[in-house]
Each structure stands twice: as structure tokens, then as C-alpha cells.
């Protein structure tokens, strides 16, 4: 998948498609993109809570504006979501909390847990990282690349389970 407007466009479908309990294919939500009549989707596999893991720093505007609609939808969504802090810049942590903290008060009591790390931004987030950001959904994976402009979706369950335990590594290893 390539192109700035459609790969945010597929953050935004398929964070809201979680948190509504539905299952929406690649091709449709490319379908959609294109004009293409609205498929119904199908509803998720299984009970419980609706769980979003997001690698992604918050200037992903879609991401974030995705997280406060699916917040809205269901108050029992869960999103965890791991963003770096500026080691050295301090003055750009403040910039990040601004976008984060709408998500933070559009929550309504959906869970939202935020993991940080301290390092240098720029320093494994920039174009020589190959894919640093991910984003897993109960059935898929959306790996992207550092400015957000391709992607690759894996709906490999052994892919997936792969990216979760990285990411449950990760998030242990944060604050």
C-alpha cells in the first residue's frame, strides 16, 4: 500500500473498525477509498474487549483522531500505545503530550494506556529505519514505514502473534 492520504486512511479504518467489533477486509477498505459501495464487514471472531496496539509517534493525526472515535463507539475498547519521548529536546515532549492529551480526554472510560521511552528521536525514527511503526488489530498487523507513506498488511496469525510479543516486550520495557 502506498500513498500518504490512503495509508492514513487505513490507520483510521482499521482503528475504528476494532474498536466496532468488525473485520474489514484490505480490499474493501480500498473499495471505500475508491467510491466503492459500503460492505458491511464482518463481525469479529470471539468476545471481549476490542484491543488496539499502536507503534506510532501521536503526530499520526489520523491515528489519534481514529483513537478518539473508537473511544465514542465503544467504551469498552482498549488501546496501548508505546511513543518515544526526546532525551535530549525536552521542549518537543511537550509538542507530543499536546496531541496526546485529546486521545487521553476523549476516553470516556475506554482504556488507554500510554508506554513512553526516553532516546533520541531522530536517532531510530528517521528514513534510514525501514518499517520502525506498527499498528496490530485482533486479526492483522499494518507495519509502516517513517513518514507514513507505505505499508504492508500481514494477516499471517503468526506474523501477528510475532509484532504482539515485540510489542509486549517493548511496552514492558517502558514507563
Known sequence: MEGNADLR?????LIEQEAA??????????GRRAGVQEAAGQRAA????RHVRLFLQPECASAMEALKNGFK???DFLAEHIVCLEKEKKTENIILLQDLIPVILSRKGADYRVYYYYDRVAAHLNSFSLMPYFLITGDCVLNMDYEL????IYRDPQIRDFFVKQFDRTAGACR
Do not use: D, F, S, T
Open 46 to 49: 470471539g468476545h471481549g474487549k
Open 149 to 152: 507513506e507505505h505499508g504492508i
Open 73 to 75: 463507539m465503544n467504551p
Open 9 to 13: 486512511y487505513m490507520i483510521r479504518v
Open 21 to 30: 467489533g468488525r473485520r474489514v477486509g484490505v480490499q474493501e477498505a480500498a
